[in-house]
């Protein structure tokens, strides 16, 4: 699967992740900040319940419409002289465009920041094509710059690494010489990429959201860096999700604003901005090719299941920025492109039970998540559905968890079964117990007692205690 | 007012005292208290772990325990949280659906009950030192019980508040989570101890008997010196 990342497994990766003290401070310091300022920007909508509301509607009603929707925008792109070209997989999108480039005889390709392309792994299929691949925002740039380390965060990836240690890869991959200033390090940036965007062959965009009824796509960025993308070479290329569109520009407005707003906390970003085809007779810029090429990777298996919700979301991170989880173990401990909430939900998906059957026990079932989806993704309850098809349908649940859960449904509908296990349990506990403690506990209590304490069952149970209470009389 | 009581098994086997001092405080707010023995466990367990086949007998003999009832109070947000989820659960299941939500419906945590259906907002208690309160996930989030708590420690004589640093932030029980991602519910406890301590409470009162066993065994095992009390018990000091 091509949107995996890393290596070893899921214990291991957290067990990296919880000892990598640089990514936690990293981690902590940006949800806080950017938890702050979602809320603050949703608070100063004013009534930010109904905005999420709307913007559920739009996503379903788009979803229940997809082919409609589709098979308009197609038809929009290609009435303006630009070509679509409908990728069932990864490997034929990336065939596809494999095939433009060599057709144009492209030596060089400048990105602006997608994770779809992330998602079918493009980059690596251009290198083999002999094609140089520049990425051109600015945290995508510096984790290529390191050696190709994978994303973290699906709007902000390079949050894993703090400015001192941004500044060292420059150093050292880029002889860069000055202070680890967040401008200082963007200039130098800036000055490296304008050389790649002049003598780029091709340019190569995600999309937001396409607009069906104009057959138009939409790019919210904070550095401008996609409109150089799109502006300056011959050739361009946008890489959308099948399901990443919208009926007209009156949908587009309510959506961008609760991407912006629940991504970084801004009312817009800086740049957001609408192409449509490529350039026109009296344009000034734009490319003279335009290709729109629409994956579905999995995503049609999805559509009209118990999952479909998820097809729903606008990638705006919101649920990565409050999720406790995540703030512990790092985007990489996923071991997928799509970390936190959305990738837990997602990666199991388009990647399958094999290769992340634990994320959806990476959570406490705390809902932060499903609080502050700007399109009110159920994304507790979908991975408690990840956790009941593993047990019923995969044969992926350990026999010891079966087996003490089919006592649990034993014991639990049995009134008399459970005073009875309850009755014994302080003897039976007995040797474990300090006190009123227990400091080592056996079977699944050994974890939990590593850790923390677990306390003695009471040996005069409540309910013994009210019946006696009863016989007393004295109530 | 008849009151039936869901003590949950938590409560049943390990804090009996917050039982009891449920008991009392709504005794002592005129209810009278109805216990009933065939009370098991909401299922919350086996079902949030995904075996839901096997949690929907323990959902049946609670959903039968309290057909009877007028009302259901309960000390624990999320054990009441997860009777306002069996309707949906039994959605396709016409007669034990009805039946669910019929259970639903009736059903109070402590502090919303005392609140909303009592209208009682000072229960007379006095308490003295510093403290501070955990906000549950389950109590506040799925079933939305934010201002009760806070309303009632407001009133509690002799009692000084402070709030949580990061309170919406999970303690890192989580259920079966807690052992089964034992490193990560590690890190989470620790944040949360560590917000506990910032505050230089005396007291960590929390309405739910899971999170308090966390942060609670956590506390315990670090020997930090905080009273870890559920809000019953709170209420019930005078
Ligand atoms: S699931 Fe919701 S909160 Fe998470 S990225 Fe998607 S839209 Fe944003």
Not at chain 1, 101 to 111: E, G, H, I, T
Not at chain 1, 120 to 141: F, H, P, R, S, W
Not at chain 1, 155 to 173: C, G, S
Request: negative net charge; aromatic residues 8%.
């Amino acid at each position: 699967m091509t949107m995996k990342i890393g290596t070893g497994d899921f214990k291991e990766r957290v067990d990296q992740g919880i000892h990598d003290s640089f990514m936690r401070g990293a981690v902590a310091g940006a949800q806080e900040r950017m938890g702050t300022r979602r809320n603050d920007a949703a608070e100063e909508l004013g009534n930010w319940e109904d905005w999420r509301s709307h913007g559920e509607e739009i996503r379903q009603h788009v979803l229940e419409h997809l082919d409609y929707y589709l098979q308009q925008l197609s038809e929009n792109i290609a009435s303006r002289g630009g070509h679509v070209f409908f990728a069932q997989t990864g490997e034929e999108a990336n065939q596809y465009i494999q095939d433009v480039v060599k057709r144009k005889n492209a030596k060089k390709v400048v990105k602006a920041k997608s994770m779809v392309t992330e998602e079918i792994a493009l980059n690596d299929c251009l290198k083999q094509a002999g094609c140089e691949v520049i990425e051109t925002d600015l945290g995508e740039y510096i984790l290529q710059v390191d050696d190709h380390d994978p994303p973290s965060h699906i709007v902000v990836p390079a949050l894993h690494k703090n400015k001192e240690q941004i500044r060292d890869v420059f150093a050292e991959r880029l002889g860069y010489q000055k202070t680890s200033k967040p401008e200082e390090l963007a200039g130098h940036a800036r000055l490296k990429l304008r050389e790649e965007f002049l003598s780029a062959d091709i340019g190569i965009t995600g999309c937001n959201f396409a607009v069906a009824e104009t057959g138009s796509f939409s790019l919210v960025t904070n550095e401008g860096n996609a409109d150089l993308v799109t502006a300056l070479p011959k050739t361009q290329i946008t890489v959308m999700g099948m399901e990443r569109l919208v009926p007209t520009f009156e949908e587009l407005e309510v959506l961008v604003s609760l991407l912006t707003r629940s991504a970084v906390g801004q009312k817009l970003t800086s740049y957001i901005t609408v192409l449509t085809g490529p350039r026109e007779e009296f344009d000034v810029d734009g490319p003279e090719e335009f290709h729109l090429v629409i994956v579905d990777n999995g995503r049609s298996q999805i559509l009209g299941g118990e999952f479909q919700s998820i097809l729903q979301c606008i990638r705006c991170a919101a649920c990565i920025n409050t999720c406790p989880v995540y703030r512990h173990v790092g985007g990489h401990s996923y071991g997928s492109i799509y970390s936190g909430p959305i990738g837990a939900v997602l990666s199991p998906l388009l990647g399958g039970y094999e290769d992340y059957k634990e994320l959806p026990y990476a959570s406490t079932l705390c809902g932060a998540c499903t609080d502050v989806c700007p399109v009110k993704i159920p994304l507790h309850q979908l991975l408690h559905k990840h956790r009941q098809n593993i047990v019923e349908n995969t044969g992926q649940a350990p026999i010891s968890e079966k087996l003490a859960m089919k006592a649990f449904g034993l014991g639990a509908a049995s009134p008399s079964l459970y005073k009875l296990g309850s009755k014994i349990a302080p003897a039976a506990m007995n040797p474990f117990t300090q006190g009123d403690k227990i400091k080592k506990g056996p079977g699944p209590l050994k974890a939990w007692t590593e850790i923390r304490d677990f306390p003695a069952p009471n040996k005069e149970r409540f309910r013994d205690w009210y019946k006696n209470r009863d016989k007393g009389g004295n109530q | 007012m008849k009151v039936t009581l869901f003590a949950t098994c938590l409560v049943d086997m390990f804090q009996s005292n917050v039982g009891k001092a449920t008991v009392e405080l709504l005794e002592r707010l005129g209810c009278e208290i109805i216990f009933p023995e065939s009370q098991v466990c909401c299922g919350q367990p086996a079902y949030n772990s995904g075996y839901v086949r096997e949690s929907k007998e323990a959902m049946k003999r609670m959903i039968r325990t309290f057909q009877n009832a007028e009302y259901v109070v309960s000390p624990s947000g999320s054990c009441v949280a997860m009777f306002k989820e069996y309707p949906h659960i039994f959605k396709e299941d016409h007669e034990w659906g009805l039946l669910a939500q019929q259970l639903a419906e009736k059903t109070y945590e402590l502090t919303q009950f005392i609140v909303d259906v009592l209208h009682i907002e000072d229960v007379g208690a006095q308490l003295n030192g510093k403290a501070t309160y955990h906000t549950s996930c389950h109590m506040t989030r799925l079933l939305g019980v934010k201002s009760a708590p806070m309303i009632l420690l407001n009133n509690v004589k002799g009692l000084e508040y402070t709030e949580l640093p990061g309170k919406e932030q999970c303690c890192g029980f989580g259920g079966t989570f807690s052992v089964k991602m034992a490193q990560i519910s590690e890190q989470m406890v620790d944040e949360k101890v560590t917000h506990v301590e910032e505050t230089g409470a005396d007291y960590l009162i929390g309405a739910d008997a899971g999170c308090m066993m966390n942060i609670g065994g956590r506390i315990d095992r670090t020997g930090k010196p905080i009273k870890v009390m559920h809000i019953a018990e709170v209420l019930n000091s005078r």
